[in-house]
């Protein structure tokens, strides 16, 4: 299999941690980086701080745009310019949380021009990645292989069938980790605050969460009967839960969670 050459738009917290997660896959691709700020790249890949920089040899044939959905229409604008013909020869891969295909591929000059949007998260970074997919209807056959493959390199991918669909996955899994994150700050908080030191208490929480993740990837019972597992009648796990469970708590500021992150990118698109 020819390796696919791709010039990465963007390499902050998101275009960086699939950079990570690509080059320490087996089958790394052929990168190159646009980003003005970013200070060293890893070996094989290379670095151009403008557009303007990017040298002729340069053909991708993907374009993945990490930028904020704020700076798209100026970057791909000036992409347009600099790479001329070869925005023919290419498809482009946003991870943005906002901006449609439509609007994306006007961006590049072409109505026809081939746009994935995906919904990557930042787990990637290790290879731990859950990406929602979806391809517009210019997107070749070799073209969408080639995205899911690249996004198969740093996770879980996972195609939809409406862009629309890509909403509900910056809620459950795009802006996710934060959520997780956010927990283990308060647990570790907690077990300070109850008396442990606080290298113990990170510790037990980073090892649980981990622990967690790895069950939920590798068993086959669902999250249910894992958590009724732990769950001993009248125990521990159920007087805590019973906070947890009020129809005022979990169960309604999840939804509500999701449903704020979901309106956000539709302002986003604006
Ligand atoms: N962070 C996350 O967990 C996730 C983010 N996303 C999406 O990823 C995209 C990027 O987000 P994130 O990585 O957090 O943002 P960052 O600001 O961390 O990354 C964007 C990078 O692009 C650079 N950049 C922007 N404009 C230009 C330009 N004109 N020329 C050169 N470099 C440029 C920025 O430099 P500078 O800082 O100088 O502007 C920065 O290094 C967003 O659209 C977001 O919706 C999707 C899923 C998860
Ligand atoms: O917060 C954001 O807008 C981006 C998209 C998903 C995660 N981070």
């Given at each position: 299999?020819?390796?696919?050459?791709?010039?990465?738009?963007?390499?902050?917290?998101?275009?960086?941690?699939?950079?990570?997660?690509?080059?320490?896959?087996?089958?790394?691709?052929?990168?190159?980086?646009?980003?003005?700020?970013?200070?060293?790249?890893?070996?094989?890949?290379?670095?151009?701080?403008?557009?303007?920089?990017?040298?002729?040899?340069?053909?991708?044939?993907?374009?993945?745009?990490?930028?904020?959905?704020?700076?798209?229409?100026?970057?791909?604008?000036?992409?347009?310019?600099?790479?001329?013909?070869?925005?023919?020869?290419?498809?482009?891969?946003?991870?943005?949380?906002?901006?449609?295909?439509?609007?994306?591929?006007?961006?590049?000059?072409?109505?026809?021009?081939?746009?994935?949007?995906?919904?990557?998260?930042?787990?990637?970074?290790?290879?731990?990645?859950?990406?929602?997919?979806?391809?517009?209807?210019?997107?070749?056959?070799?073209?969408?292989?080639?995205?899911?493959?690249?996004?198969?390199?740093?996770?879980?991918?996972?195609?939809?069938p409406h862009e629309e669909d890509l909403r509900t996955v910056?809620?459950?899994?795009?802006?996710?980790?934060?959520?997780?994150?956010?927990?283990?700050?308060?647990?570790?908080?907690?077990?300070?605050?109850?008396?442990?030191?606080?290298?113990?208490?990170?510790a037990l929480v980073r090892g649980m969460i981990y622990g967690?993740?790895?069950?939920?990837?590798?068993?086959?019972?669902?999250?249910?009967?894992?958590?009724?597992?732990?769950?001993?009648?009248?125990?521990?796990?159920?007087?805590?839960?019973?906070?947890?469970?009020?129809?005022?708590?979990?169960?309604?500021?999840?939804?509500?969670?999701?449903?704020?992150?979901?309106?956000?990118?539709?302002?986003?698109?604006?």
């Open positions: 299999m020819t390796i696919p050459t791709l010039l990465l738009v963007g390499c902050g917290k998101m275009g960086g941690a699939l950079m990570r997660g690509w080059v320490s896959s087996p089958t790394p691709p052929r990168i190159f980086i646009l980003d003005r700020k970013l200070q060293d790249a890893p070996a094989g890949c290379t670095i151009f701080r403008t557009p303007e920089e990017i040298t002729p040899d340069v053909k991708p044939d993907i374009i993945v745009l990490a930028v904020k959905p704020a700076g798209a229409e100026a970057m791909l604008s000036s992409l347009k310019t600099v790479l001329g013909e070869r925005m023919n020869h290419t498809a482009l891969l946003s991870v943005m949380a906002g901006k449609s295909c439509e609007k994306l591929a006007s961006w590049c000059g072409r109505a026809d021009m081939p746009v994935i949007r995906t919904m990557p998260n930042t787990p990637s970074c290790v290879g731990a990645g859950a990406t929602g997919l979806y391809a517009s209807p210019h997107v070749s056959q070799a073209q969408k292989d080639l995205a899911i493959r690249l996004m198969e390199q740093v996770g879980t991918v996972v195609s939809v910056i809620a459950i899994a795009g802006s996710a980790p934060a959520y997780v994150f956010y927990l283990a700050e308060l647990l570790e908080k907690v077990g300070q605050d109850f008396g442990l030191d606080a290298h113990a208490s990170r967690v993740g790895k069950m939920l990837h590798e068993l086959p019972e669902d999250a249910e009967t894992l958590r009724k597992n732990v769950t001993s009648p009248n125990g521990t796990t159920a007087a805590a839960l019973s906070v947890f469970m009020k129809e005022e708590h979990w169960p309604r500021l999840i939804p509500e969670a999701a449903k704020a992150a979901i309106k956000r990118s539709r302002e986003l698109d604006d």
